[in-house]
């Protein structure tokens, strides 16, 4: 099998790798259509988010294969990194990388064990790779069993049970610093997906005074409309905000700092030895990691509010096991599929060689006699289809059946049909139709049906 995966996660990599190679919504099209061009890689999609970046793959040659990916991740937009990316990068190939596949899907190779956004996560990225057109079959199907082993882990077993967030762990850090909320000043950078969801438990929490900035204006100001609490400010206010806060929850997509060490040093040069909390939990990072080191200054970042939330499933754990075997359902459906490829390009040959023969004999009965009526040259056609297809349907059969067997034992059967009925799968022309059988679609010509389908994303 040459299905792979190549990547770094919060397993192997800390936030300040993976921010580094993080790739925007934007831009993962833009990576992908770079792929292609790498003579290796057949198929390709990325899984990108704060806690991991992975390249999925089939490739055409495993070892150039790999070795072209990585090339690949570390010239993208990421040439001019002053470090060796190879210790943080992990490389599976075969059935460990469909394995993997389907455990991110389902949420069990998560930081946060079960993590609900991450199904979606997945089926993003399967439709970035459908909009680049990096997809074949194998990609197709490979996504398409892991979105659905998710939404089965999620329907059958405990997995997903009780809503935990990376936003309550951020409340519940900050409750562990300043006791209780009542009479504190919490200040929310950020008034997306996170920071709502922080807001709306500050306002359980009956947080004293809540401000949110964010670069939008009206986007913070409807949201304090909504919460019916807070005021909004915009990001021209940030510094004055700084300086009476006790809690800083900050959870922005800005590219760059939002909090350097020039501004919360002079905030705090302001505040006399007030004490202040900051709380990042956005990839990339939004404090600048030297703010840890000014005087009264204390950070914690999204992996710390990560192993905090983790501490508090337990529960979940206890359906891992019924989560695996879902996996394993899935893999082994996958690799019976996987495995059977190998018939399509030997049927199709074996059936073009046969019907190609059928017309030809018809043409020279048809020629020897010339007398014969349009009905009996209908009789005369459809009786040498059926004589065809019930010779072939055995041997199909048997070609189908034996495509599941192991990798070598299937490829010595497909050459002794080969030599047999002398397809010549080795020429230039079945060669072509052996790999448009296996990526997908012809080459130069549109994917096929089951590229573009994407009945279950």
């Known amino acids: 099998m040459r299905f792979a995966c190549l990547g770094l996660s919060h397993r192997t990599a800390p936030a300040e790798v993976r921010e580094r190679h993080s790739f925007g919504a934007a831009r993962i099209c833009e990576a992908l259509i770079a792929l292609r061009d790498y003579e290796s890689v057949r198929e390709a999609a990325i899984i990108s988010t704060c806690n991991r970046l992975e390249i999925y793959a089939e490739l055409e040659d495993g070892r150039l294969g790999f070795l072209q990916l990585k090339e690949f991740l570390i010239n993208f937009r990421h040439g001019d990194i ?81 809503s935990v967030s990376i936003a309550t762990a951020a409340i519940a850090k900050a409750r562990e610093h300043v006791g209780a909320f009542a009479g504190k000043d919490v200040l929310l950078i950020g008034a997306g997906k996170m920071g709502s969801a922080a807001a709306k438990r500050l306002k359980v929490e009956g947080a004293g005074s809540l401000t949110i900035v964010n670069r939008t ?40 700092f939002v909090l350097t060490y020039d501004t919360v040093d002079v905030a705090m040069r302001v505040r006399c030895d007030r004490p202040l909390l900051l709380i990042d939990v ?15 200054v204390c950070v914690y970042d999204i992996d710390t509010m990560n192993r905090t939330v983790d501490r508090t499933l337990e529960h979940r754990r206890a359906a891992i096991p019924f989560v695996e075997e879902i996996i394993r359902e899935h893999i082994e459906a996958f690799e019976d599929w996987y495995r059977s490829r190998s018939a399509i390009p030997v049927i199709a040959s074996l059936a073009q060689k046969a019907e190609s023969i059928r017309n030809s004999e018809l043409e020279r009965l048809f020629g020897r006699c010339p007398d014969l009526s349009e009905r009996e040259r209908v009789l005369v ?73 994407g009945d279950d994303a």
């Open 217 to 256: 204006y009206e986007r913070a100001e409807a949201l304090v409309e909504k919460l019916g609490v807070g005021q909004a400010l915009d990001p021209d206010s940030l510094a004055a905000a700084l300086e009476v806060a006790d809690v800083v929850i900050s959870s922005t997509d800005a590219p760059h």
């Open 82 to 162: 002053a470090y060796d990316i190879e210790p943080y990068l992990y490389s599976l190939h075969g059935r460990e990388a469909v394995e993997h596949l389907f455990r991110v899907a389902t949420g069990l190779d998560s930081m946060l064990i079960g993590d609900a956004e991450v199904l979606g996560q997945v089926k993003a990225a399967y439709g970035h790779a459908r909009r680049s057109r990096s997809l074949g079959q194998t990609l197709h199907r490979a996504f398409r069993d892991a979105i659905n082993a998710g939404k089965a882990a999620r329907s059958r077993t405990a997995i997903g049970n009780e």
């Open 282 to 296: 956005a990839i990339p990072r939004d404090v600048d990691p030297e703010v840890a080191k000014i005087p009264g």
């Open 381 to 453: 056609s459809g009786m040498s289809l059926t004589i065809v297809s019930k010779l072939l349907h055995s041997a199909i059969t048997r070609i189908r059946d034996d495509a599941g067997g192991e990798g070598a034992d299937a490829e010595a059967r497909v050459r002794i049909i080969d030599d047999l009925f002398e397809l010549r799968l080795d020429q230039p022309k079945s060669r072509t139709a052996y790999r448009a059988a296996f990526s997908g679609h012809s080459e130069g010509a549109e994917p096929g049906p089951n590229v573009a389908r």
